[in-house]
């Protein structure tokens, strides 16, 4: 039968002789009414137990691939081939399986991916403990199904941390608890925009953010930054109403600005004068480093903001618990949504999150890694000065986990191959600029980044130099 078995393959020995034998089967190689050897025959052949290959052959005949004939043997079923079909090589098939998530990065690459947390100094043990706790202490209702909106310990720990720590307005029942930032902007939209309708943006921003807010055949209308975020004179007037305006108040992204107190207020009285809302994203303003973290811009107009959150910075990414504070007119509608998306975000995590904030161990982790972030700050700003000099500007130094770094030369054509070329992965923004995300990197990792940056731009300038020539 031309089958190879390898027992330490990953892929169960009888799996191994169903992918062989319906490969066989689709590309034509074993024709439709083709004798089957019994099931002893081919175990004895392949050296394998006759259970093997009885499991093969029962998958096999599920799927209409063999069919069985009482007293005759097991045959090729009639119609089961697919012209140009050509089974994939075992390597072939078992890299795919392999490479899931992001793409591995090269040995010794260093990226300045942009929202990752330096997750080696992550509290497993205490989360660990909360985790095991909820879990030993669960109801069958807590292994039931929840509210779509949220555990209702977790929203009002969270209720009480927002206003503590960044002056929110609002009660637990107008929390809604999502999977990650990311769905929370996807209810918001199917909550706010229809086709036709205008969403404001900062500019520059967040492509996924774009592509998530024009999935209902809404228009985007770009608004400038500069160093204090959303230029808000640039707002539509003339009896024009965008349905929402996307900001990034606290620290905008990606150029870093805090937006000034004036501007808020401009904001506050723009929307409340039309049919309009803000979208509030305070997505890494926890670690703030000349001070404490903002107020909100929620806590100015509540009933005409939604503001949003996550603990993919503040704990772990894989985590996936984000949240959103809503006016109270689109608590009911925006729970429906949550419901028919998904139902509900996992119960346990939800509450062991509610056991791990309500213990103070999120507020001495952010302690702890605002320290930490301040210092890989500082290390990345000293590496860019002995590198650079001063041919450089830096934008986003007061928060977050990322800098932008702003050159006064023009970067060179394809920069970002020239880069990869170096071994380092960062975001070339439009106007000389370089989006450096710090909070994973050690401080050696910071050097040496910065070195083939150096470098990347150093060739990239010989070869603008050698094709002037030419």
Request: proline letters at 7%; glycine letters at 8%; aromatic letters at 8%.
């Amino acid at each position: 039968m031309w089958i190879s078995i390898d027992p330490e393959a990953k892929l169960p020995m009888f799996r191994q002789v169903f992918e062989a034998l319906r490969g066989a089967i689709l590309s034509g190689t074993l024709a439709s009414g083709f004798k089957l050897p019994s099931t002893r025959e081919l175990a004895a052949e392949l050296g394998v137990s006759r259970n093997v290959i009885l499991e093969a052959y029962e998958l096999l005949m599920s799927e209409g691939y063999i069919t069985g004939r009482s007293g005759s043997g097991t045959f090729v079923a009639e119609g089961a081939r697919l012209e140009g079909y050509a089974p994939e090589a075992p390597a072939e098939r078992q890299q795919a399986a392999e490479l899931t998530g992001d793409a591995v990065p090269a040995p010794g690459g260093i990226s300045f991916r942009t929202g990752r947390p330096a997750l080696e100094f992550f509290p497993v043990k205490q989360w660990a403990s909360a985790l095991q706790e909820v879990c030993l202490e669960a109801s069958p209702d807590d292994l039931s199904y929840g509210d779509p909106a949220g555990a209702p310990e977790l929203r009002r720990v969270l209720a009480e941390h927002l206003w503590r720590t960044r002056g929110v307005v609002c009660r637990p029942e107008r929390i809604l608890v999502t999977n990650g930032a990311l769905q929370a902007l996807q209810i918001i939209v199917r909550l706010l925009l229809g086709c036709g309708d205008e969403a404001v943006v900062e500019d520059p921003s967040n492509e996924d953010l774009r592509s998530v807010l024009t999935a209902t055949g809404a228009s985007l209308r770009l608004l400038p930054v500069d160093e204090d975020g959303l230029m808000t004179r640039e707002l539509p007037r003339d009896g024009i109403r965008p349905k929402c305006i996307y900001v990034t108040p606290s620290h905008q992204f990606p150029m870093g600005g805090i937006l000034p107190v004036q501007r808020r207020i401009e904001l506050a009285r723009y929307v409340q004068g039309r049919d309009s809302w803000i979208i509030e994203d305070d997505y890494d303003s926890e670690f703030r480093y000349d001070g404490p973290p903002v107020h909100s811009l929620q806590s100015l107009c509540p009933e005409h903001v939604i503001y949003i959150g996550t603990f993919s910075k503040t704990l772990f990414p894989s985590l996936r618990i984000g949240y959103m504070v809503l006016p109270e007119r689109f608590v009911e509608r925006a729970r429906q949504i949550k419901r028919l998306s998904d139902y509900q975000t996992p119960t346990l995590e939800q509450l062991a999150l509610a056991r791990f904030m309500g213990s103070g161990h999120l507020s001495t982790h952010v302690h702890r890694m605002k320290k930490i972030y301040k210092k890989r700050r500082a290390h990345l700003l000293q590496a860019l000065h002995e590198q650079l000099g001063s041919g450089f500007r830096v934008w986003g130094r007061p928060a977050g986990l990322h800098l932008v770094l702003e050159l006064e030369t023009p970067l060179p054509p394809d920069f970002e191959r020239h880069l990869h070329e170096h071994g380092v992965t960062a975001a070339v923004l439009p106007g000389r600029r370089l989006l450096l995300g710090y909070g994973h990197l050690a401080e050696e990792q910071l050097t040496e980044g910065v070195r083939r940056i150096c470098s990347a731009l150093r060739r990239g300038q010989k070869d603008l130099s050698l094709q002037a020539l030419f």
